[in-house]
């Protein structure tokens, strides 16, 4: 246990250290000793950095003219402030499905109601799952002219066998004709 503790002191004083590092400025030596003729001056790094500027300085201190688009698909300078105004949804009320009205103590009203809302979202499911079927054959299609793989191919084959035979349990339950 007291290893444990060592090793986490030692952890967080490392990582205090490294960012007092980054924390702490380069500043210039203040005060530096008398320099002899016969001596060469020492010169703290943060002077050096001050008196040669790194090449993205250099490179930030040429004016470019960039353009960039507006909100009306206009070029306009990109230095010119643009206020972009944020998108806001409209705030309507969510149309709720139609909730029971009924009798809440008539046990065999409310299953019935609930029958129907489970038949209604079964044939909602089989309606669409005629579109989705087709869209995923069109990308199949597509997915073969540009070279996807055949193990992408298959899985979006077994992906239809799946979504067809979700719909056609869901037509038996139904009592409806299967295709």
Not at 79 to 91: A, C, D, F, G, L
Not at 93 to 108: E, K, Q, R, V, W
Not at 159 to 173: Q, R
């Amino acid at each position: 246990m007291k290893h444990v503790q060592l090793v986490l002191i030692t952890m967080l004083v490392l990582i205090f250290g490294y960012f007092m590092v980054l924390i702490v400025p380069n500043s210039p030596v203040e005060s530096s000793p008398p320099v002899t003729p016969n001596e060469q001056p020492l010169i703290h790094r943060s002077a050096v950095k001050q008196q040669v500027p790194s090449m993205r300085a250099a490179a930030e201190s040429i004016p470019t003219k960039q353009l960039s688009l507006d909100s009306q698909n206009t070029l306009v300078p990109s230095n010119t402030k643009q206020r972009v105004k944020p998108y806001v949804p409209p705030i309507q009320a969510i149309p709720s499905g139609a909730g029971y009205t009924g009798d809440l103590n008539d046990h065999h009203a409310y299953q019935q109601f609930h029958n129907d809302q489970e038949k209604a979202l079964k044939l909602a499911y089989i309606t669409a799952t005629k579109s989705k079927v087709k869209r995923l054959e069109a990308l199949i299609e597509r997915g073969k002219h540009e070279g996807v793989t055949e193990q992408q191919l298959t899985f979006a084959r077994e992906k239809i066998a799946g979504l067809n035979a979700m719909a056609n349990k869901l037509k038996v339950e139904l009592n409806l004709p299967s295709q």
